[in-house]
């Protein structure tokens, strides 16, 4: 069943949880588009009343009454299953049922260029720094980001313009939904092993990805990154690398970093593309830049808009996010977990100054502890002082019986609290100034340092 022949005006459609952070642009598209829109969440939110005042019906609640005869498909998130009463109402009477993924997967083919960002690490600020640069070039993009970006005061912009950019995700093999023109790997680390097999099966997962690029189109890829260059080898797609060295398609040249601006080369083969400074610490952020750089090059954007769009780049909200001082401390915060981002977000800490770092850090999800404990362990023997609030457990239950007291236990400077009470009482004496303060993790830890800043 494709999704395609449902994207006609006048066909009705319901999304079930048309709030969401990707729900309500792909509510807006379709709209866009001429078809009939309505939609169900639980919770009233900004995106909600916009879609109220653009003409859309949003009912609270999910509801089987919600669902009758006049309905052409349904649309939901990954967060409703089955047994969701609108699901089991519309597949009672027949009416096809979409995951969003392919929703959006069929949109994207009505797109000219079509620029998906992939990659374990990465995604969310590389898409962001390119819709900086297309909005430079005035290309008026449609953008779907899995994180909020301040230029848009959102995660989403529905343009007018031949160019859509999607931050794209492998866990389920969702992006195998997406068909892009430039498919952007950052790179590939084993993650989400409640799904995925190992990192061969991830691996996998990718190379499918990449094959999905016409053969008209070209798949970016970051040379220095042994997993993604295995799994791209061979293609047969046109293929152009970035990397730290001159061996890549795109790399830097004369890198300076003072404070949290790095200033660089960008080069394209031996020749100056344009020189940039980029207002996000980091080497992991100078890689980012370049995969925007070489996606806006296959798009054929010009130097100037390059310069433009990454100068204006603040960063993305929970990256590296400053929120505060508190006593004297700056407190940050990070949506980083995977060791392979916690060792990012370290490497640049430790470049920046700091008297001390003190991480909080909330682990996501049972199976990714487990599988990477030690990893874990490794990265958290870094800071000064490491702070472990409990698993979060996101869409897991804790069959294995594991806890991050299990870390704190392996590191000296390490103490575990099982609530965020304790953590701040811990915290407001413990911050001073000079110190660094991050809370760290993609569950709810970032409340931490905003309970702390109210006390500012």
């Known amino acids: 069943m494709d999704f395609r022949q449902y994207m006609v005006p006048g066909r009705r459609g319901h999304l079930i949880g048309i709030g969401g952070v990707s729900m309500s642009p792909l509510a807006e598209v379709l709209r ?72 959006w997967g069929a949109i994207m083919r009505d797109y000219p260029n079509a620029l998906c960002i992939s990659g374990t690490h990465g995604k969310t600020t590389t898409t962001s720094m390119c819709t900086h640069i297309l909005m430079a070039a005035e290309m008026d993009p449609t953008v779907m980001i899995g994180g909020t970006l301040p230029l848009l005061h959102a995660g989403h ?63 970016i890829a970051n040379m220095d990154d042994a997993n993604t260059m295995d799994a791209l080898a061979p293609l047969g797609r046109a293929l152009m690398t970035f990397g730290m ?46 995969a925007a750089a070489a996606a806006a090059i296959i798009l054929g954007v010009g130097p100037m808009a390059v310069r433009y769009g990454l100068g204006a780049f603040n960063g993305a909200g929970r990256r590296f996010e400053f929120k505060g001082k508190f006593n004297g401390a700056d407190v940050y915060d990070d949506y980083a977990h995977h060791p392979g981002e916690l060792k ?7 470049g920046l100054g700091y008297k001390r770092t003190i991480v909080v850090f909330q682990p996501h999800t049972y199976s990714r502890t487990k599988t990477l404990f030690d990893d874990f362990v490794e990265q958290l023997r870094r800071p000064d002082i490491a702070i472990l609030a409990e698993i979060y457990a996101a869409r897991e239950q804790n069959t294995i ?18 609530s965020f009470d304790e953590i701040l009482k811990t915290l407001r004496w413990t911050a001073a100034p000079g110190d660094i303060i991050l809370t760290v993790g993609a569950g709810d830890i970032y409340k931490v340092g905003e309970r702390l800043l109210q006390e500012a």
């Open 344 to 350: 990012a977000l370290l490497d640049t800490v430790e």
């Open 245 to 290: 060295t001159d061996a890549a398609d795109v790399w830097p040249r004369n890198i300076v970093q003072v404070g949290t601006q790095t200033d660089f080369d960008i080069m394209h083969g031996q020749a100056l593309f344009t020189h940039v400074s980029i207002h996000v610490p980091g080497i992991h952020n100078v890689k980012n830049a370049l």
């Open 401 to 418: 019986g594991i806890s991050s007291k299990d870390i704190s236990d392996r590191i000296d400077n390490s103490v575990y609290f099982d």
């Open 32 to 103: 866009g588009m001429g078809l009939e829109i309505s939609g169900s969440d639980i919770n009233e939110s900004e995106n909600v009343t916009h879609l109220r005042t653009l003409g859309i019906r949003v009912v609270m609640g999910h509801h089987a009454e919600t669902i009758g005869p006049e309905l052409d498909f349904i649309v939901r998130t990954a967060a409703v299953h089955d047994d969701n009463p609108e699901v089991a109402a519309a597949r009672a009477q027949g009416i096809p049922v979409f995951e969003r993924t392919e929703a």
């Open 157 to 219: 912009r529905v343009g007018h313009g031949d160019t859509i950019v999607m931050e794209s995700c492998e866990y389920c093999n969702s992006f195998l939904n997406f068909y892009p023109t430039i498919a952007v790997i950052l790179d590939i680390e084993a993650d989400h092993l409640d799904f995925f097999k190992d990192l061969e099966d991830v691996k996998h997962s990718f190379r499918a990805f990449a094959s999905h690029v016409p053969a008209s189109g070209t798949v």
